[in-house]
T-cell receptor, first 112, second 114 residues
Framework: SQQGEEDPQALSIQEGENATMNCSYK?????LQWYRQNSGRGLVHLIL?????REKHSGRLRVTLDTSKKSSSLLITASRAADTASYFC????????????FGSGTKLNVKP | GAVVSQHPSRVICKSGTSVKIECRSL??????MFWYRQFPKKSLMLMAT?????????EQGVEKDKFLINHASLTLSTLTVTSAHPEDSSFYIC??????????FGSGTQLSVL
């Protein structure tokens, strides 16, 4: 990817379980964003977290950011079959504010 | 959130022809839009930054003469794939950012060059 890597590349869980995806990036950032993409579709914005924030919540989503390790995690609690999608993190750079590069993505499959 | 509209959603063309893809911000003004390319089961690769009223900024390795970008107004950016070849077949997605810096994406265009 242009900026970083995500792991795992693929994750398969049962409905009701929690899903955790990790994102690592290469350069210092201003913002990090998480997106969801259903197959063959555009991307849906989930959460934006700024470099001075450590944790953010939105419904069943929890995002953490560790700038010292250049990593972020996305936790989806009580997963549903409808959460099945690919999840990407995107980061900008200190000198490229608003210009985002994407990680390699995690393909999540939630089995009913 | 902001709405970004992209057309067409799918296009099939013959090798050697040019294809234009439109990206519109429907409910906000976008001085900057971004064009991405995505290969099957892969991540998004930033191709270029489209700036209203000025030339686009291309990422390293992206041919500016192959992928022409025009940002004629605060709500419209176009990507023209010139003299398309089968290797240009891909999923192209545009995005625009709001004042907070959140990126909003169009629904993408699947280009197939025969």
């Amino acid at each position: 990817s242009q900026q970083g890597e995500e792991d795992p590349q693929a994750l398969s869980i049962q409905e009701g379980e929690n899903a955790t995806m990790n994102c690592s990036y290469k350069t210092s950032i201003n913002n990090l964003q998480w997106y969801r993409q259903n197959s063959g579709r555009g991307l849906v914005h989930l959460i934006l977290i700024r470099s001075n924030e450590r944790e953010k919540h939105s419904g069943r989503l929890r995002v953490t950011l560790d700038t010292s390790k250049k990593s972020s995690s996305l936790l989806i609690t009580a997963s549903r079959a409808a959460d099945t999608a690919s999840y990407f993190c995107a980061t900008d750079g200190t000198y490229n504010f608003n210009k985002f590069y994407f990680g390699s993505g995690t393909k999540l499959n939630v089995k009913p | 959130g902001a709405v970004v509209s992209q057309h067409p959603s799918r296009v099939i063309c013959k090798s050697g022809t040019s294809v234009k893809i439109e990206c519109r911000s429907l409910d906000f003004q976008a001085t900057t839009m971004f064009w991405y390319r995505q290969f099957p089961k892969k991540s998004l690769m930033l191709m270029a930054t489209s700036n209203e009223g000025s030339k686009a900024t291309y990422e390293q390795g992206v041919e500016k003469d192959k992928f022409l970008i025009n940002h004629a107004s605060l709500t419209l950016s176009t990507l023209t794939v010139t003299s398309a070849h089968p290797e240009d077949s891909s999923f192209y997605i545009c995005s625009a950012s709001d004042q907070e810096g959140k990126l909003f994406f169009g629904s993408g265009t699947q280009l197939s060059v025969l």
